[in-house]
Structures are given as structure tokens and as C-alpha cells.
């Protein structure tokens, strides 16, 4: 099916929540990790930021002189400040706040590929379990045959060849399952190292829902980000631009002249300075503000494109990958357990020769081995297509702004 058509068929409704274990596996596992901790430290210094650029930028300066020139003496004191008459502190303030956007939507960035990570490292690590359960049992099976095929070959009922074939499958069996043992080991400590227990954690048993459209790419927080940085970017060229305005700073000084002892009087004074912004007037910092501003907007574009491509992309694998667990559910071909008993049945009446059994038997076992990586997929496809769509945060029971 065409892509355009296999979107065009979704259906409309949200995806439900995750299954209340899910949720409180996932909520308590992001609590605990240091990524965590680290997006509450990023949140913390973003807004500390914002509050300091919204601070006066400028503080009062004490005066003091004392000047004994002959027989004149005079002290004073006095205080400066610098006035902003530009308003760099209201351009700094929405700069920075700009800047705690961006950071929002990066908490958000991170929130979700964490849950995205966690989840695609259980579905690995429920698959390497189902794999190994399923390698137990054809270790313990052909173990069986082999038994079997040496009381056969004792009463003449089978050949030598077919014996030590039996024993050869049988070893086989035990060499692959120290593979998938080591495989499920490496999934449970890439599941323990997002903060996974393995001894809660399971693939529910639910209906997935047929894809739906979500939220558009708009809302993505990689989109959220580079919106935030361009905003904050266009806020720069503000700030760069009240840069080149120069403050004055005024100052009031009183105190007392004393002239030869003889006579006192008070002195009152009045300062202005004003800086001359002649040997640099600061309009390259504009120019280079406007620049990354351009920068920011046409990344802008280039990660819409992508979320979007992205997007399509997640949606269409998983409602294939969807399409192909169900058929996989449905097959009568699929039912492991009656074809293992078949198979056994037909090479005791001797229909079957060892050879074949074990051909067959093999393809048996390799189909149930598959159906533990499907399954598997389809979640990790099903993650996918939550986090494109914007779902995926709620669907965890983690959304809402930090």
C-alpha cells in the first residue's frame, strides 16, 4: 500500500494511556534517573537567568574625596549611578526568557526520548527472555529426542546416522542457547541502565490501536526548541542594537571647604558623564546578531522538514509493522505447540525421518523465536510512532510543563 493511502486510512482518535503498571514503571524509573535530576538543574539555571537579566543593571557608586591644597581643605561625598535609558534590561530580560523556552522544550526533548529509550530497552529485554524461554524448551526438547533416538537405535529402529544426528541437534541447541542467554543478559543491563526493573516490568496485553494522525509536526519539541533559539536569536539582535547606545551616568557630591581655618562653607555639586562610542561604535555585534538570527530561522525550516519526514515515516512502520503482528496472531501456521506434537507424532510412526524432524522441528522453533522479535518491533515501531506524533509524554503519564 502507498504511503499517501496508508495515511490517508488512519484513524482519528488519540492513542490510549499505557496500562497503569506501565505508567508507574516508567514515572518512577524517569524520578530516579540523573536525567532527571540534570533537566531539574538546566530548568533551575534557566530561570535563575531570566531573573538576572531582569535585575537593574547597573548599581550606585559612593564617593569620597578629601583635597588639601595649601591652606584650602576640602572633603566631599557623593554618589553615581548609570541611568539605562535604552531599555537593555527589558532586552536582556526577553532574551533570557526566550532562553527558558528553549529549555522547557528541551526537558520535554529529553523527557521523551527517555521514555522512548526505556521503552524500546524492556521490549528488547521481554524479548531476549522470550527468546531464551523459547531456546529452554528446544534445548529440553531435542535433550528428549536424543534419548529417544539412542533407545531407537538400542532396538534397531533407527540408523546410526540418525542417532548421532540426534545428538548433534541436541548440542547444537545447547551451544545457541548460551547465545541467547548472553543476549538477554546485555538487554536486561541496557534495561537496568534507563532505570528498568526487570522483576515489573511487561509487555501489556493489549489491543494496539490502528495509528492516527496526533499532533502535527509543529508541535514537536525538536521544533519547540529551534522556534525557542529563534526567538531568542531575533531577541539578540535587540539587545546587540541598545548595545550601541551609550548610558549616562549622573552624579550628586556634597560637603565643606575650609579656607585657612578662618572661614567654612558647604559645596554642593552635579556630575554627568556621557560615553563617546567613536572608536568603536559596536555595529558589528549587530550585524553578527542579525546573521545567527537568519541562522536560527532557516533551522527552523530544516527540522520541520525533518520532524515531518520523520513523522510520516514512524506512522507508516508502525501500522505495517501493526498489519503484520496481527496476521502473525490470526495464522493457524503460527501455533508452535501443535506443530511441535505434530511433528513428533509423525516421526514415532516413522513418516517422518530424523533428518526432516529436525529440519522441520528447527523451523518450528526459529518461527516461535521470530514471533518473540515481532512482538517486540511492533512495540518499539508503536513507541516510534507515539513520540512523532506527540503522544508519547501522555501516553506515559508524564506530560505537562515542567
Excluded: C
Amino acid at each position: 500500500m502507498a504511503s499517501g493511502l496508508l495515511f490517508a486510512a488512519y484513524a482519528q482518535e488519540p492513542a490510549p494511556r499505557a496500562p497503569a503498571p506501565i505508567r508507574d514503571a516508567i514515572q518512577s524509573a524517569w524520578r530516579q534517573h540523573p536525567t532527571y535530576q540534570s533537566t531539574e538543574s538546566q530548568l533551575a539555571g534557566a530561570r535563575a537567568r531570566r531573573d538576572a537579566a531582569g535585575r537593574p543593571l547597573y548599581n550606585p557608586e559612593l564617593t569620597f574625596d578629601y583635597d588639601d591644597e595649601g591652606t584650602d581643605k576640602t572633603a566631599t561625598a557623593g554618589i553615581n549611578l548609570t541611568l539605562d535609558l535604552a531599555g537593555k534590561r527589558r532586552a536582556r530580560e526577553s532574551s533570557a526568557t526566550a532562553r527558558v523556552d528553549e529549555t522547557i522544550a528541551r526537558v520535554h526533548l529529553q523527557r521523551r526520548d527517555f521514555v522512548r529509550s526505556w521503552f524500546a530497552a524492556m521490549s528488547d529485554w521481554r524479548m531476549a527472555t522470550e527468546r531464551t524461554k523459547t531456546g529452554e524448551r528446544r534445548v529440553a526438547l531435542l535433550a528428549r529426542f536424543a534419548d529417544l533416538a539412542r533407545k531407537q537405535f538400542a532396538a534397531d529402529d533407527i540408523s546410526g546416522l540418525e542417532r548421532d544426528l540426534a545428538l548433534l541437534a541436541r548440542d547444537e541447541a545447547e551451544a545457541e542457547q548460551a547465545t541467547l542467554l548472553a543476549e538477554q543478559a546485555q538487554a536486561e543491563a541496557r534495561f537496568r541502565s534507563v532505570g528498568g526493573d526487570t522483576a515489573l516490568a511487561n509487555l501489556p496485553d493489549v489491543v494496539l490501536p490502528l495509528p492516527a494522525r496526533g499532533e502535527g509536526a509543529d508541535d514537536a519539541p525538536e521544533v519547540e526548541i529551534a522556534r525557542a533559539a529563534a526567538a531568542g536569536a531575533e531577541r539578540d539582535i535587540a539587545v546587540a542594537r541598545k548595545a550601541r547606545i551609550a548610558d549616562p551616568t549622573v552624579g550628586v557630591r556634597g560637603g565643606r571647604v575650609e579656607y585657612d581655618d578662618l572661614a567654612r562653607d558647604n559645596v554642593v555639586g552635579v556630575t554627568l558623564t556621557v560615553p563617546l562610542n567613536i572608536r568603536n561604535t559596536y555595529r558589528a555585534e549587530v550585524v553578527a546578531a542579525e546573521a545567527d538570527a537568519a541562522v536560527a530561522r532557516a533551522e527552523v525550516d530544516r527540522i520541520a522538514l525533518e520532524v515531518a519526514a520523520e513523522r510520516r515515516r514512524a506512522i507508516d512502520s508502525y501500522g505495517t509493522t501493526r498489519a503484520a503482528w496481527s496476521r502473525w496472531k490470526e495464522s493457524r501456521g503460527t501455533d508452535v505447540t501443535r506443530r511441535e506434537n505434530l511433528l513428533e507424532r509423525l516421526w514415532r510412526e516413522g513418516e517422518l525421518s530424523t533428518a526432516d524432524y529436525l529440519l522441520q522441528l528447527k523451523q518450528t522453533l526459529d518461527t516461535e523465536l521470530a514471533r518473540a522479535e515481532l512482538q517486540a518491533r511492533v512495540w518499539r515501531a508503536y513507541a516510534d510512532y507515539l513520540a512523532a506524533t506527540g503522544q508519547l509524554e501522555r501516553w506515559a503519564g508524564l506530560e505537562g510543563t515542567p
